[in-house]
């Protein structure tokens, strides 16, 4: 256990921002889930209408510094590739 007080603060603070980004990820896991669930029912709108807020919720975590830049990218690349493959 840490001893000097900055290195207890550093301690608590790593604590919560990993919390905090692991809450961050398991949204964009959700609403990743959400659009592919759509796109397996066949629901053209509501593929639609979760890939704009799965969007959403990718590049906020994106410009959160959860994700990098390219990681969100690729995500969304492929969410969309997949609703408009849709027949």
């Known amino acids: ?7 207890k603060k550093r301690i608590l603070v790593s604590r919560t921002r990993a919390e905090k980004n692991k809450a961050i990820r398991s ?4 609403a990743i ?15 639609n209408s ?3 807020s799965a969007i959403k919720v990718i590049e906020m975590a994106g410009s959160k510094g959860v994700y990098h830049k390219n990681n ?10 997949a609703v408009n493959q849709m027949a």
């Open 1 to 7: 256990m840490a001893n000097i007080k900055s290195a």
């Open 27 to 30: 949204s964009v896991k959700t």
């Open 33 to 47: 889930k959400k659009v592919f669930a759509a796109v397996e029912a066949g629901d053209k709108a509501a593929a």
């Open 50 to 52: 979760e890939l704009t």
């Open 72 to 81: 969100v990218a690729r995500k969304v690349s492929r969410i969309t590739k």
